[in-house]
């Protein structure tokens, strides 16, 4: 087994507060000397998320560490929806608007969130 389908909450105080949202977790053969393939499945309006769920977390890149555990990295990932980055994006588009209106970027998050990650 190491392909894995698993469920974040989005975190309180945030835009994603009240989200459940679903993730793809593959582990390379490599693993754990690799970092874990992760993804969203649900759709998410994040800087560091783009729209095929791909995650820019430099722990699933070149901060991995063989002692990390899954648990930690789904932490990491729900700390990422807390603290966007829009100075580090995966999404231009997104990382523009969150910099150039941030509240509005907020409220659009928080209405992707409703519409796609709310009951799942």
């Known amino acids: ?69 899954i648990r930690t990295v789904l932490l990491s990932i729900q700390a990422l929806l807390s603290a966007p980055n829009p100075d580090d994006p995966l999404s231009d588009n997104i990382a523009k608007h969150w910099k150039a209106n941030e509240a509005e970027a907020v409220e659009t998050a928080k209405e992707w969130t409703r519409v796609y990650a709310s009951g799942a």
């Open 1 to 69: 087994m190491r392909y894995f389908n698993v469920m974040i909450l989005g975190p309180t105080q945030s835009p994603y507060e009240g989200g459940v949202f679903k993730l793809e977790l593959f582990l390379p053969e490599e693993y754990p000397m690799a970092a874990p393939k992760v993804r969203f499945l649900t759709k998410i309006y994040h800087p560091n998320i783009d729209k095929l769920g791909r995650i820019c977390l430099d722990i699933l890149k070149d901060k991995w560490s063989p002692a990390l555990q």
